[in-house]
Nanobody
Framework: QVQLVESGGGLVQSGGSLRLSCSTS????????MAWYRQAPGSQRELVALITSGGTTNYADSVKGRFTISRDNPKNTVYLQMNTLKPEDTAIYYC?????????????WGQGTQVTVSS
């Protein structure tokens, strides 16, 4: 059974930094895209950043230049380095991975980790 375990959330002051991690286990397939989403109270879940198996990245405009997504393929882990955090970055952050096995692609979600940025 595929499990995603996130860590690294917390409370930080505006301008501070946090690093989120998401480790994937239990998969017998290959991990394709790894991504981070976030959901603020009263808002829809939105894509923050993604990284493909080949290392191509894509970011939401609101985090470009401040956040960096990376992955460690042997460890099946994705990271999100968040710098110059702003109060509007406050949200629950979710890890998402696409796993391909026997020609089929499935998407899995982590449980979410709270990030709170105080002004």
């Amino acid at each position: 059974q595929v499990q995603l375990v996130e860590s690294g959330g917390g409370l930080v002051q505006s301008g501070g930094s946090l690093r989120l991690s998401c480790s994937t286990s239990g998969s017998s397939g290959s991990i394709a895209v790894m991504a981070w989403y976030r959901q603020a109270p009263g808002s829809q879940r939105e894509l923050v950043a993604l990284i493909t198996s080949g290392g191509t990245t894509n970011y939401a405009d609101s985090v470009k230049g401040r956040f960096t997504i990376s992955r460690d393929n042997p460890k099946n882990t994705v990271y999100l380095q968040m710098n110059t955090l702003k109060p509007e970055d406050t949200a629950i952050y979710y890890c998402n991975v696409d796993i391909v096995r026997l020609g089929r692609r499935r998407s899995y979600w982590g449980q979410g980790t709270q990030v709170t940025v105080s002004s």
